[in-house]
């Protein structure tokens, strides 16, 4: 699936990770593209990466003002993908609330308030993404917070794609994404725990960032999916 030419796509958390993968793409794919990340310089960098066509400038989920200062930079959005976060590394056993509450504060109020900023430049034929995690259903040693944040996610698309509509409103659950630096740089116990969910899957593989980048094309450009949440995660949440 493919962008409209000259699209404007919102990347916030956009300057690494899956995120900067779908914004290379769209950039490709000859759509305008913005992504965002905590540093203005650092977002900057990675968008003069992508070509003229791009831009990255700074935003803080959890500050209320960033999104002020974003959004008063922007006039038409077409396209909304959030995948910022903060991941902390939480158990029952050893809970830290103060971690907890920022990453929350990120990922449920942050994501509705980034919405809810970008609903007056929205095209009324464009889309929202939200990021949600396969840690709901399959929690990972220390995801307790996590695990939290990505159900979360589910009713907020409910609640978006009925209150503003005809904007459209999904979410992507990624499995575990082959390739990246939680994988290549994770602990013996998650990199153990990894290769377990590797084997299980029906197709002993996990996804790759080419396989998140394509579902969440689908779902920016397929007019007739809306509340949906969209598992890319080679079938393993099945076993």
């Excluded at 038409?76 to 929350?104: C, P, Q, Y």
């Excluded at 990120?106 to 609903?119: P, R």
């Excluded at 007739?224 to 949440?229: D, F, H, K, L, R």
């Amino acid at each position: 699936m493919m962008l409209k030419k000259d699209a404007h796509l919102l990347v916030i958390g956009g300057a690494r990770g899956l995120g900067f993968e779908l914004a290379r793409t769209a950039s490709e794919q000859g759509a305008r593209v913005t992504v965002t990340g905590r540093d203005a310089d650092a977002a900057a960098a990675r968008a003069a990466e992508l070509g003229p066509s791009a831009r990255g400038l700074a935003c803080d989920l959890a500050d209320a003002a960033s999104l002020d200062r974003l959004f008063a930079g922007i006039d038409t959005v077409d396209h909304l993908v959030l995948t910022a976060i903060e991941r902390d590394r939480n158990s029952a056993a050893d809970f830290h609330a103060d971690a907890a509450a920022r990453m929350m504060l990120i990922k449920t109020v942050g994501y509705a308030n980034a919405v809810a900023h970008a609903l007056p430049r929205l095209s009324p034929d464009g889309s929202v993404v939200l990021f949600s995690g396969l840690s709901m259903w399959r929690p990972a040693p220390g995801s307790t917070t996590l695990s939290m944040a990505n159900s979360a996610i589910l009713g907020l698309v409910n609640s978006l794609a009925v209150e503003i509509a005809p904007v459209r409103v999904n979410a992507i659950t990624p499995g575990t994404v082959a390739g990246t630096a939680a994988i290549d740089n994770a602990a013996p116990v998650l990199a153990e725990f990894f290769e377990t969910q590797r084997r299980r899957t029906p197709g002993k593989r996990l996804p790759t960032p080419d396989d998140i980048v394509a579902a969440v094309l689908f779902l920016l450009t397929c007019p007739s999916v809306t509340g949906e949440n969209l598992v890319v995660d080679a079938g393993y949440r099945l076993v």
